[in-house]
Each structure stands twice: as structure tokens, then as C-alpha cells.
């Protein structure tokens, strides 16, 4: 009998710790809420975050000019020409904004480009290969040091 109260004694302490562990454990939502409390605030993501600035100031405030088409590429004029310079001061490559690199003329597409590289492939291979057969010796009697 007296062993049947000890061990009836020993589960009902080891029960009683066990709730009081649980119960002093504290719920997942506080939990999430000091793990956000101990992040420290990152100054270069805050800095680096993008936001809308007021335009409370006149040289902020965009008038009718700033936004016409005028300062569209599309509409923007050419250059102009000149009999002395070179293409007579047209501009003969490209307008990063505008044309795509490799442009030989102002507002030339990349399919203009494609459909002219494909177009004079054929001598380009042929003056490489040329090229290529005159720089180099295919006898067989050629040997380094003979």
C-alpha cells in the first residue's frame, strides 16, 4: 500500500511540473511579437525604399512644357545638316534611347539590322575564308623545326 502512495504521489509532482512548465510558456503570438520587437530597423533598406516626394516646392511642379512631346525622342527634331562634316553632321550610328546598337541610321529596327547582317553573310564567310586559307599552310610536308 505504501508503495502504491508513492508512486501515486510521484506522478501527481511529476504532473503538476509539467503544467506549470506549459502554462508558463508564453503563446506564439507573443512570441511573434518580441522577435519583431528585437529586430533592429535597417537604416540603408529605410534609405533605399523608394517613396513619393511632395512637390512643395516651384521647381518641382511640372508645367505644360515639361511634360509636352517635345522632349519625346519620337518627335524630337534631327540634327542639323552640315555639308562640311561627315554624314553632313546627320547622325550616322545610334541615339541610345531610340535605336538599338549597331544602328547605321536613325530609327532603324532590329529586324533592318537582322535582314542586312543575313544579307552579306555570305561574303563576310567568304572573305574570312580567304583570309583564313592564305595565313595558313595545309601541306602535309610542313612540320615545326624540319
Not at 40 to 60: F, G, I, M
Not at 108 to 123: S, V
Not at 131 to 136: G, R, V, Y
Amino acid at each position: 500500500m505504501k508503495r502504491a502512495l508513492a508512486v501515486f504521489c510521484l506522478v501527481l509532482v511529476i504532473g503538476l511540473i509539467g503544467l506549470t512548465l506549459v502554462a508558463a510558456q508564453p503563446k506564439p503570438t507573443e512570441r511573434r511579437d518580441k522577435s519583431a520587437a528585437k529586430v533592429p530597423q535597417d537604416a540603408v533598406q529605410d534609405a533605399q525604399t523608394p517613396r513619393k516626394a511632395e512637390a512643395k516646392r516651384p521647381e518641382q511642379k511640372l508645367s505644360k512644357h515639361d511634360v509636352s512631346d517635345g522632349f519625346n525622342a519620337e518627335q524630337a527634331d534631327e540634327t542639323s545638316p552640315f555639308d562640311d562634316q561627315p554624314d553632313k553632321g546627320r547622325p550616322g550610328g545610334f541615339d541610345f534611347y531610340r535605336d538599338p546598337l549597331n544602328a547605321s541610321k536613325p530609327k532603324q529596327t532590329f529586324e533592318q539590322i537582322m535582314a542586312a547582317d543575313k544579307k552579306e553573310k555570305a561574303d563576310v564567310m567568304a572573305a574570312q575564308r580567304k583570309l583564313l586559307e592564305s595565313a595558313t599552310t595545309w601541306s602535309r610536308n610542313t612540320r615545326m623545326g624540319s
